[in-house]
Structures are given as structure tokens and as C-alpha cells.
């Protein structure tokens, strides 16, 4: 690693040099001391020893928290997302699947990760490079050492996730608007019937729109407490990509969580909106949609197909959702029209 960083570093001294002298790497001794002065690391748990030895290892806590936290994102993202693809070429599950009428083809997918992978490296990545100093402006912990208690954990992850529905609400159904739409969310709306590779297959300023309800619930929180520490946002991070893959993935399984939890939204939920083009615009909850009204035809929807006959029902779900997905298409056309002229 030392002779590529080496390399790297020189290269970003020659073009960013403001850049590069916060990029250097101390030995483990100077790091040491100047991040864990006065803490004796072997007393600390073996994870939080673990998690002190690898920000000692890298000298340099900018760059640390930079490299965990993209190298956190690709893996979750892809982690998660890989299975899903996995899952729908094995026919046994296809039982589950919510349109059973759609296939994703090897050039969507191909098409989906390379714009995926664009998005990654040239929106979220210099992104990320700023999250250790933006952290430390806000008071959020890094590099510290020992963590937070498990219960303040999950209340600040718990606070996380309602702020981030909210926030995806408003900011989603404002992407439906004309301008918004055919601009930005359109890309988004390729796939009528998603897969779980395709939550952040989306437009760059999307991508950023977006990703402000997942990262401002926790400097919000930083603003009222200073008791947040990164590995919560990571334990955080995690789950809302879960939360998101899953809800693309176009399948509905009896294990799914919706079943136990009924006011999550899951992928039940998200994939009538791609497929139906309005309702469901929230990502994990349903509770914004149910007070506002803006998941009536979701709703009508599943009571037509909870009162069709057992024989019946494969019928009545493929016109069904023929039907629905003909009136999103000639919804968007009214959302596309929007400045020229035509009556909305």
C-alpha cells in the first residue's frame, strides 16, 4: 500500500497541493499519540482495540474514515444487491415475485451498474473523502474509542430512520413534479418493475438530493447531542441500504418484514409506485402515505386482489397490474407535459 500511496499522494502534491497536507501519512507511534494520548488501548474491547489499531495503521484520520466508509458503502450496497440478482434468475422464487409478468434483461443490468458504478466514484465518492472533517465540524466521534452503549445506539438509528422518511417523502414526491421529473427522476423510473441493484441506479443530482435524508439525521442529532459516534451512522448506513436494495428487489416473500411490522413499507409497497407511477412515496415507513392519502390506489389495488377468486387470481393480478401500469404511463406523459402548453 505505501509505495501506490506514495504515488498517489504525489500526484494530488502536484495538481492539489491544499489537498495532499491533509493526506499524510505519520508512523504509528506519532498517530498513536496524537489520537489515543493517555488511553490504555488493552484495556478496550477486542472490536474497539480493533477499530484504534486500524486508524493507528493508517496514520491519518482523514484518509481512515474516508477509505472504511466508501469501502462500507460498495460492500453493503453490492453485497446485498448481488443476491437479489441471484434470487431472480433461480425460478423456485418466482412464486414471490411481485410482477411475475417482467424479466430484467443482461443489458439492464449491465446498463444499471455501470451507471450505479459511475455514480459511486465521480458523486458519492468525493462525498465521502469530506465526511471525516464535516463529522468533526458537527462534534460527530471518528476515530475515538470507547463506542456508544448498544440502547443509545439504536434510539439515535431509530431517530434516523424516521427523520429519513420524512425527508424522502417530500423530497420524492417533489421529483414527481414536471420539471424535477423529466429532468432528474426520470432515469430512476426506467424500471417499471426494479431490482434491488437499481435503488441507486438514478440520476447524479438524485443521488444527492436523496442521500441528504440519510446524512442530515445525523448531524441534526449532533446539533442537539455530542453523543453520536461514526460506527452508529455506519450501523445506520447499513441498514438504510438494506432498507433500500430490498425495497427494489420485486419480491415479497412471507418472511418479508412487512409482515410483521405493518406500517413497513418494503418492497410490496415501493414496487406499486414504479409500477403504477404515483402512491407509495415513502421508503420505510407507510405512515406519511396513509395520512395524506397518497396510497389510495395502492390500497384499492389489494382489496380488488384480496376479493379475486383463488382460481382466478393470477388472472385478475395480470390485468390488474396491466391496467395500473397503463394509467402510470399516461400519468407520466401528463407529469412530462408539464410547461407546454397541455392541461395537467
Known amino acids: ?6 504515488t498517489a499522494i504525489d500526484y494530488v502534491q502536484k495538481f492539489a497541493p491544499g489537498i495532499a497536507e491533509h493526506l499524510v501519512r505519520a508512523n504509528a507511534t506519532a498517530t498513536q499519540n496524537s489520537l489515543y494520548p493517555g488511553i490504555d488501548l488493552s484495556a478496550l474491547s477486542y472490536f474497539e482495540r480493533l477499530w484504534a489499531d486500524y486508524y493507528i495503521y493508517m496514520g491519518n484520520a482523514i484518509l481512515a474514515t474516508g477509505v472504511m466508509s466508501f469501502v462500507l458503502h460498495e460492500v453493503v450496497y453490492f453485497g446485498r444487491a448481488i443476491p437479489w ?3 431472480d434468475a433461480l425460478p423456485f422464487f418466482r412464486q414471490w415475485k411481485i410482477q411475475q409478468n417482467k424479466t430484467v434483461s443482461s443489458a439492464q443490468i449491465w446498463k444499471c451498474t455501470k451507471v450505479v458504478l459511475l455514480t459511486h466514484f465521480t458523486c458519492e465518492a468525493p462525498l465521502i473523502w469530506l465526511f471525516h472533517p464535516i463529522c468533526c465540524y458537527f462534534g460527530m466521534a471518528t476515530f475515538e474509542v470507547p ?22 417523502y417530500w423530497a420524492h414526491r417533489a421529483l414527481h413534479w414536471g420539471p424535477l421529473y423529466k429532468n432528474i427522476h426520470k432515469l430512476h423510473h426506467e424500471f417499471s418493475a426494479p431490482i434491488g441493484l437499481a435503488a441507486e441506479y438514478a440520476h447524479p443530482l438524485e443521488v444527492m438530493i436523496l442521500a441528504q435524508g ?17 460506527l452508529t451512522v455506519y450501523a445506520w448506513v447499513t441498514l438504510r441500504l438494506f432498507q433500500a436494495v430490498d425495497a427494489h428487489s420485486g419480491y415479497d416473500f412471507p418472511w418479508s418484514l412487512r409482515h410483521f411490522l405493518p406500517f413497513w413499507a418494503g418492497a410490496d409497497h415501493h414496487d406499486f409506485h414504479h409500477m403504477a407511477f404515483v402512491n407509495c412515496f415513502s421508503t420505510s415507513f407507510r405512515w406519511w402515505d396513509y395520512s395524506l392519502g397518497t396510497d389510495a390506489k395502492y390500497h384499492a389495488y389489494k382489496e380488488r386482489m384480496a ?3 383463488a382460481a382466478e387470481r393470477a388472472a385478475v393480478e395480470q390485468a390488474e397490474n396491466a391496467r395500473i401500469e397503463q394509467e402510470g404511463v399516461a400519468a407520466e406523459r401528463v407529469v412530462l407535459s408539464y410547461g407546454k402548453g397541455k392541461k395537467q
Open 1 to 6: 500500500m505505501s509505495a501506490a500511496y506514495d
Open 85 to 87: 440478482l441471484i434470487i
Open 147 to 168: 463506542f456508544s452503549p448498544l440502547w443509545l445506539m439504536a434510539a439515535q438509528i431509530a431517530f434516523f430512520f424516521v427523520f429519513e422518511d420524512m425527508f424522502h
Open 214 to 230: 440519510t446524512i442530515s439525521g445525523p448531524f441534526l442529532y449532533c446539533l442537539w447531542r455530542k453523543d453520536l459516534h461514526i
Open 307 to 309: 376479493k379475486a377468486k
